[in-house]
């Protein structure tokens, strides 16, 4: 994760947000593409992969750090995963089946308060998402004409709420997705059906020609 780089879509949206077409972005996703492109004013509504929080007193660290915590205090433990690892699949997305003992991994507490759990700062399914961080996406949504859904089927209500929101405002909404969403079919909801990357690399190419002619 912490290899991967912004593609089209991402880039396009930087250039969008640079031409004054958009104001700002919510991203359900977890990878902090966005801002790796350069976009400002990102909302991460379920948090940042690359960030660690302790459950107990909220202090946020880097999770590179904290593995590097780890692998200090496990160098046995880590050497069996690099090889299990050469064995088995892992997925980009950390699904795998990793032949090790867990129960051997010694954790490092919390170096702020000593005692609490350390997480990745994001949100797991069945958990909510911070208030703060949903003021701030209604703050938006108020501030914005228009909201345009990216690749995303909407299924997770935790960001269907903001359609459900711009529709209460008679806000215009469009849904650019590949396949079914939760939206398709909704009262004031438009759909293009197409790979999110080139809609807007295309869309982009059109507001600079335009740029250009005038």
Do not use: W
Request: aromatic share 6%; net charge negative.
């Amino acid at each position: 994760m912490m290899d991967a780089e912004p593609n089209g879509g991402h880039r396009s949206l930087k250039v969008l947000q640079d031409e004054g077409r958009l104001g700002g972005i919510i991203t359900q996703n977890v990878d902090g593409l966005h801002s790796k492109a350069g976009s400002k004013n990102v909302i991460n509504l379920h948090g940042k992969g690359e960030d660690c929080v302790c459950m107990s007193c909220g202090v946020k660290s880097k999770r590179e750090d904290y593995h590097e915590l780890l692998k200090e205090r496990n160098p046995k433990f880590f050497e069996k995963l690099s090889s299990a690892e050469k064995t088995n699949e892992i997925r980009p997305d950390g699904d795998a089946d990793i032949n090790v003992d867990y129960d051997e991994l010694e954790l490092v507490e919390c170096p702020s308060c000593s005692t609490g759990i350390i997480k990745p700062d994001v949100v797991f399914f069945g958990a909510n998402v911070d208030r703060k961080i949903v003021d701030s996406c209604y703050e938006l949504c108020d501030s914005s004409e228009n909201l345009i859904v990216a690749g995303s089927s909407l299924m997770v209500y935790s960001g269907f709420r903001f359609v459900k929101e711009f529709i209460r405002l008679g806000k215009n909404v469009t849904v650019v997705n590949v396949g079914e969403t939760r939206g398709d079919g909704v009262e004031g909801v438009d759909k293009i059906e197409g790979d999110v990357g080139q809609i807007f690399g295309r869309a982009l190419e059109v507001i600079l020609e335009e740029k250009g002619r005038n």
